[in-house]
């Protein structure tokens, strides 16, 4: 049986279709201004690309903050439970998982089945998100995609101590003028994330094993400053990026 998951998200929309367990394909866009378009265009490319139709899926099923868009998905469920069951459908030894996305970052943990125990969100903020690693890189006109690999190269992480993003953004500008580097900063930056999410994780009583999802998760940078907090590895599978939608795939399989 073919089914297929959405997660639409404020910065992507993702899909990814099943059969009996197994991922068939997967496919990541960005969002852009209209997420209704997004989640058709990102269904019809990874279609196409299985040729498939949605004649062939036998049921669809859409998460995420533009979920309610998807006029032609026949449920919506929250990332929370979605996430949840990607994880555990990825590693099944999992108990706790950090997501952070576009808009907001979350600390799930589950039961060996699978099941939502307890979590923590942060949705009120971009702090911390992938909105506000995006509001820094254009700030230190750096592509996103190096920041993770320049923080690496640290010797001295700067202090960021500002909660929002707006002051993050003037503190990281002054932090410039002041002459400090590049990876310095960028680790700075995520360690301020990393301790965001452990102040999510304190509240809900954060179990290992635990797996980062969510496409922050490609950033080996704040990976490694969450680590280092945890003081325990963080598991990161490939598919990362696109678990919300796994996670919708198999309930849709499920219902």
């Known amino acids: ?10 910065i992507t929309a993702k899909a990814v279709v099943l059969n009996g367990g197994i991922i068939v394909g997967s496919k ?8 209704a378009k997004a ?21 669809i099923v859409a998460t995420g903050y533009g979920r309610k868009s998807v006029g032609f998905a026949h449920s919506t469920v929250t990332e929370i439970t979605c996430h949840a069951k990607g994880a555990h459908f990825l590693d ?14 979350k600390v799930i943990v589950i039961d060996e089945t699978g099941k939502v125990k307890d979590f923590a969100m942060n949705d009120k903020c971009a702090a911390g998100t992938g909105r506000f690693l995006e509001v820094m890189a254009r700030a230190l006109e750096v592509d996103l995609d190096e920041f993770g690999e320049l923080s690496l190269k640290a010797d001295n992480p700067s202090k ?6 707006v002051f993050a953004e003037s503190e990281v500008i002054s932090l410039i003028a002041k002459g400090e580097s590049r990876d ?3 680790a700075g930056i995520h360690q301020s994330i990393a301790s965001r999410v452990m102040a999510m994780a304190s509240r809900v009583g954060i179990a290992s094993p635990v797996m980062m999802t969510g496409g922050v ?11 280092k907090l945890l003081n325990y590895p963080v598991k990161v599978s490939k598919d990362a990026q696109v ?8 309930l849709a399989a499920e219902n």
Do not use: P
């Open 243 to 250: 678990i919300g939608a796994l996670g919708a795939a198999i």
């Open 160 to 165: 960021i101590s500002s909660l929002c993003t």
């Open 1 to 10: 049986m073919l089914t297929l998951g959405m997660d639409i998200g404020s």
């Open 39 to 59: 989640g058709e265009k990102v269904v019809q490319e990874l279609l196409a690309e299985l040729g498939l139709t949605l004649e062939h899926i036998e049921r």
């Open 92 to 105: 099944n030894s999992v108990r706790s998982i950090i997501d952070i996305g576009g808009q907001d970052s």
């Open 217 to 227: 998760a490609k950033n080996i940078g704040v990976v490694n400053a969450i680590e």
């Open 184 to 186: 310095n900063i960028i």
């Open 28 to 35: 990541v866009i960005f969002t852009g201004f209209n997420a």
